[in-house]
Nanobody, 114 residues
Framework: QVQLVESGGGLVQAGGSLRLSCAAS????????MGWYRQAPGKQRELVAV???????NYADSVKGRFTISRDNAKNTVYLQMNSLKPEDTAVYYC????????WGQGTQVTVSS
């Protein structure tokens, strides 16, 4: 059974940084594309960043140049380094795993104060 456990969320001032981690189990991690999504109150869940099994990355326009997604296949972990955070980045951030089907973590809250 796939299990994705996020950590690293919290409260940070605008301009600050956070690093989210997502530890995966129950899958052959290296063959999965991994992603980060977020959902702000009253809004739909949106893609933040994705990294393929080969290491290619894609980002939402709103986070390009500020966020970096990476993966460590030896640790079955995907990361999201978030710099220059803005209040509009406030959301619950979800880790996702994609292969034959999609799997989701339970989310971690990120709050950016102005």
């Amino acid at each position: 059974q796939v299990q994705l456990v996020e950590s690293g969320g919290g409260l940070v001032q605008a301009g600050g940084s956070l690093r989210l981690s997502c530890a995966a189990s129950g899958i052959i991690f290296s063959i999965y594309a991994m992603g980060w999504y977020r959902q702000a109150p009253g809004k739909q869940r949106e893609l933040v960043a994705v990294i393929t099994s080969g290491g290619s990355t894609n980002y939402a326009d709103s986070v390009k140049g500020r966020f970096t997604i990476s993966r460590d296949n030896a640790k079955n972990t995907v990361y999201l380094q978030m710099n220059s955070l803005k209040p509009e980045d406030t959301a619950v951030y979800y880790c996702s795993a994609h292969y034959s089907r999609d799997s989701w973590g339970q989310g971690t809250q990120v709050t950016v104060s102005s």
